[in-house]
Each structure stands twice: as structure tokens, then as C-alpha cells.
């Protein structure tokens, strides 16, 4: 089982991390895995600029930003499942992910139809990952769960957008320091199950 893990935190063995890591492990106690784990804010991922090559207006034109997003894009269609995790930064997703699903666009692909006029009068999405499975990862210092509701929409939206079976989600509040998950069992289950559901489930 092909696994590409995006970690969203600025900081390597962060709490974020931490989970990521016990979700493969969940994972592993099921099955072979082959993972990839990205730290974004390491990769070389340019920020989008919004220039919309990528859509049917524009000819679905590659992305013109050179960097590591097109090897990425390349293998997240060969991967059978993801994970996506990510801190409450002001109340939503780290700007590190934000950009990361904006770079993600390249691979919804809108397939439309015209009239004899040439308007559109029909398009659909075909995402080039669609279908396949994905557990979302969130840690936040507040113990407060309200506290990352709009993180929660704003993964499920991306999501949703790319046709993505989400089958876990790993939350993980009052994590004031760093690594601090490394002592909440409860948190590491969680984590761990969310990952054999991920290797388990067809």
C-alpha cells in the first residue's frame, strides 16, 4: 500500500507529526506499506499565484511554477491513500497546507460541454485522485474542541473537492508543547486505529 503523508506543521516531531506517525503505524499492524512523508514546509513549494493555467478557461495548461509540486502531483496519483495533517494556526488549517491544496489544483481536471455557440453548458469534475483514501490529522494547544471546527470544514472541503474517501480523522487538543501528544495514550490509539482503518477498509 502506497502512502504519501503531508505534514502541515512548521516543526518536525511536532505534535502533528507525532500523530502522522502513529497513523502509519496503525497502518503497518495491517499491512505493507511503502510511505512517503512530506514536511511542506521543506519541500520546495512555491506559493500559487491564482493564474489559473490549470483550468478549461485557460487550455489546462501545467502549472508554470518549477519546483517539487510536479513530482508530487505525479506521485500522489500512483498512491492509494494520503494523510493529510495540520495545527490550528488562527483557527484553520497552517498556511504550509492552505498553499498545499491550492498546488493540488492541477489535478481536478473539469470536463465540459458546449453548445453549438460555444458556451458552457455543462462541466463536470474529474479529479485524478478521486477515490482514493485519506485520514486527517489536527492538533491544537486549546482544549477547547470548538476551537478547530472551521479546521475541520476546511479539510473536508479540500476533500470533498478532490473526491477523497475520508475514513479517519485524528484530533488532538490541549497540546500546549511541543511533542506533548507523546503523553496522551488515548490520542495515540486513535491515531493508531485511524491508521489500520485506513489499510483495512476497501
Known sequence: MKIMAFVGSPQKRSNTDILIDKVIEGAASKTDVDVEKIYLYEADIQYCTGC???TVLQGGKDCPLQDDMGGILERMQEADAF????PNHGRTISAGLTNFFARMMPLLKMHVERDADGAIVHAE??????GKKAVAVISQG???????????MVLDANMRDFQLRK?????????L???AVKDKP???NRAFAAGAM????S
Open 125 to 130: 469534475a474529474r479529479p485524478l485522485v478521486g
Open 198 to 201: 485506513l489499510a483495512t477498509i
Open 52 to 54: 489559473g493555467a490549470h
Open 167 to 175: 475514513v479517519g480523522e485524528v484530533f488532538s487538543t490541549g497540546n
Open 142 to 152: 486549546d482544549f477547547w474542541p470548538s476551537s478547530s471546527a472551521l479546521v475541520t
Open 177 to 179: 508543547k511541543r511533542a
Open 83 to 86: 494523510i493529510f495533517g495540520t
Open 186 to 188: 488515548d490520542d495515540l
